[in-house]
């Protein structure tokens, strides 16, 4: 039987240097794209609608600063839940999905069950947070913060132009 492979697995340097360039400014004009990565605009177009449609490009995105927005601080929180059955995980996922103040979320493995990122403004909009939003969250055994003082890498994808291989 003939192994499957990733679409991953189908990107040539061409297609890697594509998402490198439109990782660094998703607004490249296709014909700027193009003369970036060294082909002409209708074969790289047809090279970003084939990564578009294999899943490799997943959206296209404005990235906000958030600190010029007002949302100065960052926050990390480990969540341990009672229960890990399927319907309460299930429900713990989409009750974070709908709070605005969480950025990302994650289910992981060790001592805490979820790490979330929350952005608020201060400490007081982050006891508001946690009263008014994360606490009315049924479930919660436990929660553990840690701010973040600096940021010192931020990046919204990885770069497979420069990133070793899959």
Known sequence: MPSKRSPVEDLDHLDRRILS????????????????????????????????????IEKYVAVLNHANLGYNNIAFVEITLDKHDDKVLDRFGTALSRIP???????????????????????DHYER??????????????????FGLRTLKRQISIDPSKAGPP
């Open 21 to 56: 360039a439109l990782c660094e400014n998703g607004r490249l004009t296709t014909s700027a794209l193009a003369e970036q990565v060294g082909l002409s605009s209708s074969p790289c177009w047809t090279r970003v609608k084939r990564l578009e449609e294999n899943g490799a």
């Open 101 to 123: 103040e969480v950025m990302e979320a994650y289910l992981v493995t060790g001592d805490y069950d979820y790490l979330i990122k929350v952005v608020v403004r201060d400490t």
């Open 129 to 146: 947070f946690l009263r008014q939003s994360l606490y009315r969250i049924p479930g919660i055994r436990q929660s553990r913060t840690t």
